[in-house]
């Protein structure tokens, strides 16, 4: 089993910068693929990036390509999400998520390809 708990969010202006942080237990976090989705009020929870279990292979939604960088640390049991350029429609919360069954090599953007999920973070971007 895998325990998921995000932090790092915040309230920032346009343009400003965020790092989230979602840290992991469990004995199956290295060999995990993991993901950042997020929901805004009223909408589904939609992909935002995910990571191979080394870190081999990233996927980013095509909003944030350019502005995001996920990234782990498997010695620390860490994933982290850092995001610039923000703007007011990445306002939302955001999700850690874990794969923790069979490697199938894909981008697993969706949340029903993903087994543990955090409590998520509330990331609140103004104008």
């Known amino acids: 089993q895998v325990q998921l708990e995000e932090s790092g969010g915040g309230l920032v202006q346009a343009g400003d910068s965020l790092r989230l942080s979602c840290a992991a237990s469990?004995?199956?976090?290295?060999?995990?693929?993991m993901g950042w989705f997020r929901q805004a009020p009223g909408k589904e929870r939609d992909f935002v990036t995910s990571?191979?279990?080394?870190?081999?292979?990233?996927y980013y939604a095509d909003s944030v390509k350019g502005r995001f960088t996920i990234s782990r640390d498997n010695a620390k049991n860490t994933v982290s999400l850092q995001m610039n350029s923000l703007k007011p429609e990445d306002t939302a919360v955001y999700y850690c998520a874990a794969r923790v069954r069979y490697n199938t090599g894909g981008s697993y953007a969706t949340p029903s390809e993903y087994d543990y999920w955090g409590q998520g973070t509330q990331v609140t971007v103004s104008s």
């Open positions: 469990g004995r199956t976090f290295s060999s995990a693929a």
């Open positions: 990571i191979s279990w080394n870190g081999g292979r990233t």
